[in-house]
């Protein structure tokens, strides 16, 4: 085995571990959390199904990759609650340093590019990260609207608001503004059903 592929293998195993952290939404059938590799080929599939919805010019072939790659750091840093104020507060130095500890794995000019789409990503400036970031957003969010009854939802649990929620989607509204009814939809249904506080 050549150096360079035993460092891809070593990515790949590492990365296996995304597998392993919990996120606070629930699946669907309310059975479980979900884990973070869920999310990631979840937001995968979305963005190929809501692409007619971009209000920009996309490239899909970019999307899907920001999608695998988004939350990879979360193999060492953990996922933060999206209304988690103080987990906030480090998350973006954890998360670099998890990434300088992640793609280091890779061979130079593939930890390059892979880094640089996450990067991308988390900086959301250009038309491609804005639509990924609006998937990203909007994913948990339509977990969280088919599982208002069950007790340990998040958004009942941690006194989310409506601002908050909507603060949150605020990538929807640019990248998908088509889809902004649903995000007020879902919230007003979560209101309606006591899960988020309107304010």
């Known amino acids: 085995m050549t150096d360079r592929l035993l460092n891809q293998i070593k990515f790949i195993m590492e990365a296996d571990k995304l597998k392993n952290v919990e996120r606070r939404n629930l699946i669907t059938d309310m059975s479980r ?7 990631s080929w979840h937001f995968a599939l979305m963005a190929m199904t809501l692409y007619e919805y971009a209000a920009d010019d996309v490239n899909l072939s970019r999307v899907i990759k920001m999608a695998i790659l ?28 998890a990434a300088d500890k992640l793609y280091s ?18 900086k959301m400036e250009t038309a491609d990260a804005l ?10 969010a339509l977990h ?22 909507y603060n949150r989607l605020a990538p929807v509204k640019t990248a998908m503004p088509e889809l902004w009814e649903l995000v007020e939809e879902v919230v007003a249904d979560a209101i309606e059903k006591g899960a988020v506080i309107a304010r």
């Not at 959390?33 to 999310?39: I, Q």
């Open 131 to 140: 639509y990924a970031a609006a998937i990203d957003v909007l994913h948990p």
């Open 70 to 97: 988004h939350d990879l750091v979360e193999v060492y840093a953990g996922d933060t609650f999206a209304f988690d104020e103080a987990g906030y507060e480090s998350k973006a130095q954890r998360e670099n340093d």
């Open 33 to 39: 959390f979900e884990n973070t590799a869920e999310h």
């Open 105 to 122: 794995l890779l061979p130079p000019e593939q930890a390059i590019e892979f880094r640089g789409l996450w990067q991308e990503f988390e």
């Open 144 to 165: 969280n609207a088919k599982t208002l009854d069950h007790p340990e939802h998040p958004w009942a649990k941690f006194g989310v608001t409506s601002t908050q929620i």
